[in-house]
């Protein structure tokens, strides 16, 4: 059943500003496995941060960087939790969560949907 739906929009270049204005931002918003990557790609794990902490309706108990964004073989993203964040989703019952993500013209968006184990 679906306990949660979340998306965020990031405009790109106005995130590149940020992290050049405040450098210090890597560390607190990304997981070590992600801060290597182009600022493109950060864009849209940030807003696929941002948008898993809309579908789970807040964020208590959730740390930037205990939510890390993987890839399957396939190349799908998918969440890699840890931390108080792992055992906060799995407090909350939720046993799923299903992410996409893109980026072009200058945008990055992620789509998140949260899943608890019941029937509907």
Not at 35 to 41: D, N, V
Not at 49 to 62: F, P, V
Not at 95 to 103: D, E, G, M, P, Q
């Amino acid at each position: 059943m679906i306990v949660g739906i979340g998306v965020d929009l990031v405009d790109i270049p106005r995130f590149e500003r940020s992290l050049a204005r405040t450098p210090r931002l890597i560390e607190r918003l990304f997981a070590p496995g992600e801060r290597g990557l182009k600022s493109h790609s950060l864009a849209a794990r940030y807003a696929a941060k941002e948008a898993l902490i809309k579908a789970l309706g807040g964020s208590d108990g959730l740390h930037w960087t205990d939510i890390e964004v993987a890839s399957e073989p396939s190349g799908r993203p998918v969440f890699a939790l840890s931390g108080e964040t792992a055992e906060t989703v799995h407090a909350r019952g939720i046993t799923a969560v299903h992410l996409s993500l893109t980026h072009d013209a200058g945008m990055a968006a992620a789509y998140v949907i949260a899943e608890n184990g019941a029937a509907s």
